[in-house]
């Protein structure tokens, strides 16, 4: 029992009032007349009898009503236990969380045998259904009645990868219900991590028929270290040139030092010490990375110590292959376009790609299939047979960067592509007198990085009809300056300027490099995708010329993905382990993906009560703060109206006692 407001107790000295009127009040005697008290003995008369208490009854009855009416201003209160009530027809659904932090200590196995105990005690006729829920949920049984299947599928969930998310739980739960049409009483088991809960508090939202019982496996913050993140290169020409960073990150922790492992192979290449402060991150850069030729599996490993060991690895994959050789085509007499392009490619450090330069008159008798990618810069009239080379390679997938400069001039249509070149624009240099880039496509490729060449001014430019090209660039007279057109399945990129800082000024300005490096990946099909990807993460297996085209997939534990069906007809793959997938496509290009679960889950720091609260009453409408409780959780019940009652009852018989005693003293007086 408790009191709201306990300083209202101090009322109770009033009961002092009832004692004086029984016991303390003066004794008065009625003076009767007399002749003479000259024969009279003075003496001191005893009022001992006077002070004893009268009319005990009534007394008690005072007592009692001035002390309740004191206890009724302190607001009694008894903690109460919320018991559900059972609907008509009502499934209770068991959710159990098996997201990556539940692997922290013991909590998948306490959350299931709180699970198998509550369908112990499911009384005769009363149905079920267990749900195990990560990133995505999974039906584990069907709704029944019969325990057998229903602790069969609890036992059945085991610990994931996946990051846990409340609002995909919540909308299937709403999913699950409009198919049933009838109530559901939902006993979720979880850690209830705050990382868990959506952006948009509206994706929590439940029926009216649902009925949302937490059970939290964990309610206080449990410290745990991680290796948050690996920046590493996915791809590597040259040992010297790569490093690899590695973020260290603390959640609930003070300030600690942790042993860091990098490890090639299964082997380890390096270790370093990092010192983490309290609930933050460290750095640690390896300055180089010593792979051999192929495919290689990379690991970055702490020594936390923590309950949650399987976010103390990263995972990332790295190739070391030689780099691909591009044909660069010039005149014989300007070779300035050639300096700066080669210049800027080095200068991303990207080693990637290897410039072949050729002039015109060399090109007649080169192969354009050896090369990643062909650069014809300003040129004139071609060898007819190499341009014709030129097509066929971008039908059968090559690409091609066009430049055009004083030479497009002189012939009518643009090389390869035979757009009409309709004029050339010349603006002096004197002045104002030159042209910008107006607009961007940031969403290309090529601009994807560098979205903005402020103050890069062309002097001269081509204009050419569009076509069916796509405008990637325009000039501020409209004028398209970078085109992309699509021949084959190959590309052709045309740049309606030169590389030679004559025709403009780009290649003095920072915006340049950038271009360059990832045009030359763009046109060299080279993957500038990441050296990891998260749990829950799709891959591409094959493209539209490889359908029927037989693949195998293993994932991290050596096991095959993908049926003898699916191998031939599976157009993508999500990834749920981490570790690593290796895929062999048809093609014979095969690759090794890097998987890590997401580092929210690495906070363990679960939710609050009143998140928790404000869940559960959305079903209801009810928003306020501090209303929701939880189901069979303590609630405090305020016995005011009780109290009162019992002040209302006895004021009625205190006045009906009193009434009965003035009366007799009346009389007797």
């Given at each position: ?297 990379g690991e970055v490993k702490i020594d936390s110590a923590d309950p949650l060991p399987a976010d103390d690895s990263f995972f990332f994959s790295v190739e070391r292959s030689d780099p691909r050789h591009a044909l660069f085509v ?263 993906v890097a998987v890590n679960a997401d580092r929210h889950e690495s906070d363990l720091t679960p939710a609050s009560q009143e998140s928790l609260s404000l869940w559960q009453n959305t079903a209801n409408g009810t928003s306020s ?16 109206w009780y109290v009162m009652l019992v002040v209302l009852a006895l004021a009625v018989a205190e006045s009906l006692l009193g009434n009965q005693h003035l009366s007799v003293d009346k009389e007797a007086a």
């Open positions: 029992m408790g009191f709201f407001t306990p300083w209202f107790l101090a009322g109770a000295a009033a009961v002092g009032l009832p004692i004086w009127l029984h016991l303390l009040r003066k004794h008065k005697t009625t003076p009767l007349p007399f002749s003479s008290l000259m024969f009279f003995e003075k003496r001191t008369q005893s009022s001992i009898k006077h002070r004893r208490l009268r009319y005990l009854l009534l007394f008690a009855l005072r007592t009692a009503l001035i002390i309740l009416i004191v206890l009724a201003f302190a607001h009694p209160y008894v903690e109460q236990k919320l018991m559900p009530l059972k609907r008509s027809g009502e499934v209770t659904v068991l959710a159990i969380d098996n997201s990556l932090s539940m692997r922290a200590g013991n909590r998948l196995d306490d959350a299931k045998q709180i699970a198998r105990s509550l369908v112990g005690g499911l009384n005769p006729g009363e149905r079920a259904q267990v749900l195990a829920f990560g990133q995505r949920v999974q039906v584990m049984s069907e709704v029944t009645d019969d325990h057998s299947p229903l602790n069969a599928a609890i036992n059945a969930i085991e610990v994931s990868d996946a990051r846990s998310s409340f609002g995909e739980l919540t909308r299937t739960l709403r999913s699950i219900q409009q198919s049933l049409h009838l109530p559901l009483h939902v006993h979720l088991y979880s850690d209830m991590q705050q990382s868990g809960m959506p952006t948009n508090f509206n994706d929590l939202r439940l029926n009216a028929d649902l009925r949302l019982e937490p059970h939290p496996i964990e309610k206080k913050v449990v410290p745990n270290f991680t290796v948050e993140n690996v920046v590493a290169p996915r791809r590597v020409y040259d040992n010297k040139k790569t490093r690899v960073l590695v973020t260290v990150a603390g959640y609930g922790t003070s300030k600690a030092m942790r042993n860091v492992s990098l490890i090639l192979n299964g082997r380890v290449a390096e270790a370093k010490t990092a010192e983490v402060p309290e609930n933050g991150r460290a750095t640690v850069e390896f300055l180089s990375l010593d792979v051999p030729y192929g495919r290689n599996k010039h005149e014989t007499d300007s070779n300035m376009g050639l300096l700066y392009f080669k210049a800027a490619l080095e200068a991303s450090g990207q080693s990637a790609f290897e410039i072949d330069p050729s002039t015109v008159e060399q090109a007649a008798n080169l192969n354009p299939t050896k090369y990643a990618f062909v650069v014809l810069s300003d040129v004139g009239a071609l060898p007819a047979a190499f341009e014709n080379e030129l097509r066929k390679y971008v039908r059968g997938g090559g690409s091609v960067l066009i430049a055009l400069g004083r030479m497009a001039v002189a012939r009518a249509k643009v090389p390869v592509t035979d757009e009409h070149v309709e004029a050339a624009l010349y603006n002096g240099r004197e002045g104002e007198r030159f042209q910008t880039a107006s607009w961007l496509d940031a969403s290309h490729p090529t601009i994807l990085k560098d979205d903005r060449w402020d103050g890069v001014k062309f002097y001269q430019a081509i204009r050419i009809a569009p076509g069916n090209s796509r405008v990637v660039g325009r000039l501020a007279d409209q004028t398209p300056l970078l085109l992309d057109q699509q021949l084959g399945d190959g590309h052709i990129l045309v740049f309606a300027s030169t590389f030679d800082n004559v025709a403009n000024d780009f290649p003095k300005h920072a915006s340049f490099v950038p271009f360059i490096e990832q045009t030359a990946r763009y046109l060299g099909r080279l993957d500038a995708g990441p050296s990891s990807v998260l749990v829950g993460s799709f891959e591409e297996l094959r493209d539209s010329k490889e359908a029927g085209a037989a693949l195998d997939v293993l994932d991290p534990k050596g096991e095959r993905v993908l049926s003898l069906a699916e191998a031939t007809k599976a157009q993508n793959i999500q990834f749920t382990l981490a570790g690593f997938y290796d895929i062999r496509r048809p093609n014979g290009r095969n690759e090794l703060g501090g209303g929701g409780t939880l189901a069979g959780e303590q609630k405090p019940l305020s016995l005011w």
